[in-house]
């Protein structure tokens, strides 16, 4: 570097301060000429004391500095942006920079960069910096945020006797600046050295991903202003090469990106944990898009009788920034980027990169950006008119600052996004976001607007295809039973309207008419047949898992995938709150017309959703998630190339996992529960079903065509099967039915909601404190009481007679506790037992299931039975010290004999399993 700094001449100060060139004496000291790599070639160096003053023809690094384009900013786009500003003594925000003192360099610097009028965050942040306050401040992207904290930053130094940080092995910075990204922190140092350009303090930026060793050198050679992602400045520090002792300002910019990414932890120790001035004694400034409640507790913590200041609405965008939403099936995105790149004017596109890309980009050399979501924060290129999102993210915020690279510095730009199906979780704040922002009905949704006659109803459809069902259907088909109600509501309406036009006085008539409407109601609902049950249940406007899902929860995130490369529409998983705590959510989805249908298969997973349900399950499993599944499907699919595919595999291998699992699981069937593709997510500890849903193991048409070969019997097959929720709840089979809103959730889905909300909770904080033990045997014995039945012929058809005449036979017992007919039965029975054991002891530590016996000691039928599994775990080992000690043989059972009935309790093999697996 020496000899580089020789040959091309380089002019510094030396220690009088006198003015000489690069071949002077001393050049061969360390530093001594030296310039930072960004300012090679460029007429200028510090000089060899690290005074921080400039050679005095440093016009050449000037240009580099000042030339780029991102320089004018149409002020005029903000002037009716809302401000406010909250706090005690709030200093008054300023028209100009010439209005307050920041000192002639940095004054000189703001005139460079064609700075004429401060934006809004800037007129206020600006004073409220300068008189020492902290600050914590939420404003639109693209609004001037760097140089609200940056400008008062630099002046404060300027104006204290400001002494430059001395070289040497460790940094003493005077100020610190914290970002998210390296991209973010690249930009911010880019700005401050404009800013910082002849007055003396010297930026320094450290990010990751980068070498360290150049970022080390760099910080030797003084560094009074610093830049830094929190990871690698955690990294620095712990290396003894930056103190932080010296730190007067502190600024965090983008906090809520920091805290979604994960650096709390490491923010808190940079902030409280090391050598950092505390509260009070350093000034710090923190920016953020939006204000949750984990930035409200930073501040807390963080700031010291702040300023709160508001910049138009928080988190979210700008009106200048014109948004487009395409409806865009999956698989035609590719084709309509293409056409739509294609047929734009001038100007970058952003699709949301290595550095160089993005400088080709910056520069215009190249026109368009494939990005992922590292730009989605605090990438400033100037020019930047498209900004088109291939995929939405989950989040709107994310959304809001995708679109933010474009429309920044007050010009306008350009958003498009690609919604499709899968977009169902973003619609509503979608759509609330368009309409705060004033968007006007886009000229590509003409059908949109020709269906609706009036401009703005495109929200309306937007909110009507994706959202959830937010309101009462207007368009609900009419089931055969429903039409002497819906004929009296078209009464009560002519007759309403009549009045209105006639100015005449019916109220009371029509509040006998609301009334008779809601009794008839009321009946009908009553006293439906189970074939008028199961229409309900199928009925189209029947609120969908979705729909139920993204009403009753806080911010839903579908999550996607088998790890094999497939995905089901028909099957639906995400994770979501309800009462501060996270819970899987798993269930069928149903289309609400033909085409939504075709692609989730009318509710009927494929095998590989059925694997997509269990890899989320073992996820929720492995992380302590409890698991809430919503049945809706006819069965699962019974398609040829689904059983090539191994649909009884995936099902059954989901019903064995199960019952392993040591999380609670809750289902609830809200439509119609059909077969093993309804049990393949509904193993559960506690099964509810909705008033008018409907559980059965074969579809009623299925069981008519097969029992009387016509579909016409489906009827009789509906009250045989047994199939509604009252029947259900009568059988064990099903906990509790979830009561519907008068008329069913179909005409008033919003009524639905909180009924099936609150029931789940209330179901799922049973098994709060409850081991992971009992919570598996709780589910196992759920279904253990399912279908047990007695197995005798019957002569003639009386049951009763038949039962008594069983009890009066003396019978046999097997060694179980088993009853049978016959002493011959019940050896039978026991030889079957004993093979069933000997076949599952051969498959120890060869396969990972073992089948459970076919017969089981009574005990697992009575009261007590988790006191039951406990005592075995604690026999279990009890036993297996005893076999490690040479005590005891190697029995494979654990016999009891004081079983009150004088039965040997024999542990079986499925009790085993249970307690060893929560053991392990």
């Known amino acids: 570097r020496i000899q580089i700094n020789l040959n091309f001449g380089m002019t510094s100060w030396d220690q009088q301060g006198n003015y000489s060139n690069g071949s002077g004496a001393g050049q061969g000291s360390r530093g001594s000429g030296y310039v930072p790599p960004h300012m090679r ?116 130094a300027l104006h204290g006797g400001f002494q430059p940080g001395a070289r040497g092995r460790k940094a003493f910075p005077l100020a610190l600046v914290l970002s998210p990204t390296r991209e973010l922190s690249s930009q911010i140092y880019d700005e401050a050295r404009k800013f910082c350009y002849q007055t003396g303090v010297r930026p320094v930026v450290v990010y990751g991903g980068a070498p360290q060793v150049q970022q080390l050198r760099e910080l030797e050679r003084g560094c009074d202003f610093l830049v830094a992602t929190p990871g690698r400045l955690i990294d620095i520090m712990d290396r003894g090469r930056v103190s932080l002792a010296k730190i007067r300002y502190l600024a965090l910019d983008e906090a809520d990106r920091m805290l979604d990414m994960g650096f709390e932890p490491q923010i808190r120790r940079i902030v409280q944990g090391e050598d950092m001035p505390p509260v009070g004694r350093r000034q710090t400034l923190l920016f953020s898009a939006t204000f949750p409640k984990e930035i409200q507790r930073l501040a807390a913590d963080f700031l010291h009788d702040y300023v709160f200041l508001a910049v138009g609405r928080v988190g979210s965008s700008t009106e200048l920034i014109v948004q487009h939403i395409e409806f865009v099936p999956g698989h035609e995105k590719r084709q309509m980027v293409l056409d739509l790149v294609q047929s734009l004017a001038e100007g970058l596109t952003l699709v949301r990169s290595a550095r160089p890309r993005c400088a080709s980009f910056r520069s215009g050399r190249t026109p368009v950006l494939v990005a992922t979501d590292v730009a989605a924060r605090g990438l400033d290129i100037p020019h930047v ?234 996820m929720a499993d492995k992380f302590g998630f409890p698991i809430i599944t919503f049945v809706d499907t006819p069965g699962a699919y019974a398609g040829l190339k689904a059983e090539e595919l191994g649909q009884g595999e995936a099902i059954a291998m989901n019903l064995r996992e199960m019952f392993n699992f040591r999380v609670p699981i809750i289902s609830i069937v809200i439509g119609e529960g059909g077969s093993g593709g309804a049990l393949a997510i509904g193993c559960a500890n506690r099964m509810l079903i909705m008033e008018n849903a409907v559980y059965y193991v074969a579809s009623p048409e299925a069981c008519a065509a097969i029992l ?94 038949a039962r008594a005449q069983r009890e009066e036979a003396p019978g046999a017992y097997t060694k179980a506790g088993t009853w049978a007919p016959t002493e011959a039965d019940a050896r039978y029975i026991e030889k ?60 494979a059972g654990f016999e009891d004999d004081s079983d009150e009935e004088g039965h040997d309790a024999t542990l079986s093999n499925g009790a085993r399993n249970l307690a060893e697996a929560d053991a392990a």
């Open 385 to 618: 008119t498209h900004v088109i999102n291939f995929d939405l993210p989950a989040d709107v915020d994310d959304y809001v600052h995708r679109i933010g690279r474009t429309g920044r510095a007050g010009k306008k730009g350009l958003a498009t996004a690609f919604f499709s199906d899968k977009d169902a979780g973003m619609a509503g704040k979608l759509v609330e976001l368009l309409q705060e922002t004033n968007q006007e009905d886009p000229p590509d949704l003409p059908k949109a607007r020709d269906a609706s006659g009036k401009q703005g109803d495109w929200f309306q459809m937007l909110l009507a295809r994706f959202n959830p069902i937010s309101e009462k259907a207007s368009n609900t088909a009419v089931l055969d039973f429903e039409k002497p109600l819906v004929e009296l509501d078209h009464k009560i309406r002519e007759v309403r309207k009549v009045a209105e036009q006639n100015g005449v006085d019916v109220s009371s008539q029509i509040k006998e008419l609301e009334a008779r409407a809601r009794q008839l109601r009321k009946e009908t609902y009553a006293k439906l047949t189970p074939i008028q049950r199961l229409q309900v249940a199928r009925h189209p406007n029947r609120p969908t898992f979705l729909d139920i899902a993204l009403n009753i929860t806080d911010k839903f995130v579908e999550l996607h995938g088998d790890r094999m490369g497939l995905d089901d529409p028909a099957l639906v998983c995400g994770i979501a709150s309800m009462d501060e705590t996270s819970f899987m959510f798993i269930g069928h989805q149903k289309g609400r017309n033909t085409k939504e249908n075709i692609y989730r298969n009318f509710g009927m997973p494929q095998p590989n959703g059925y694997r997509k349900a269990l890899r989320f399950m073992r």
């Open 832 to 891: 079957c037992a004993d093979a069933d054991e000997k076949w599952e002891q051969s498959l120890i530590g060869k396969e990972q299931w073992l089948n459970p016996p076919k017969v089981d000691h009574p005990g697992w039928l009575k009261p007590g039975w988790t006191e039951f599994v406990l005592a075995l775990e604690e026999a279990l080992e009890e036993e297996e010290a005893e076999a490690e000690e040479g005590e005891a043989g190697e029995g």
């Open 41 to 156: 070639g460029a007429g200028g160096a510090r000089c060899p004391v690290d005074t921080g003053l400039p050679a005095p023809e440093a016009l050449d690094m000037r240009s580099y500095l000042f030339a780029g384009e991102n320089t004018g900013i149409n002020f005029d786009a903000y002037e009716d942006i809302p401000v406010e500003a909250t706090g005690s003594n709030v200093p008054e925000p300023i028209s100009t920079f010439q209005d307050i003192d920041m000192g002639k360099e940095l004054m000189e610097n703001v005139r460079r960069c064609k700075y004429t009028k401060p934006t809004p965050v800037q007129r206020y942040s600006i004073p409220i910096g300068m008189a020492g306050r902290d600050l914590m401040a939420c404003a639109q992207t693209g609004s001037g945020k760097t140089a609200a904290f940056c400008f008062p930053i630099i002046a404060h």
């Open 708 to 801: 009387w070969k016509s579909r016409d019997k489906a009827g009789v097959a509906t009250e045989a099967l047994k199939i509604t929720p009252r029947d259900l709840v009568g059988l064990g089979v099903m906990d509790e039915i979830v009561p519907e809103p008068l008329g069913a959730a179909h005409t008033d889905p919003m009524g639905a909601f909180p009924a099936v909300r609150e029931a789940v909770l209330r179901h799922y904080r049973d098994y709060v404190g409850r081991s992971a033990t009992e919570i598996m045997a709780d589910r196992y014995m759920k279904f253990r009481h399912i279908g047990v039945y007695e197995e005798f012929l019957v002569a003639g058809g009386d049951v009763e007679a």
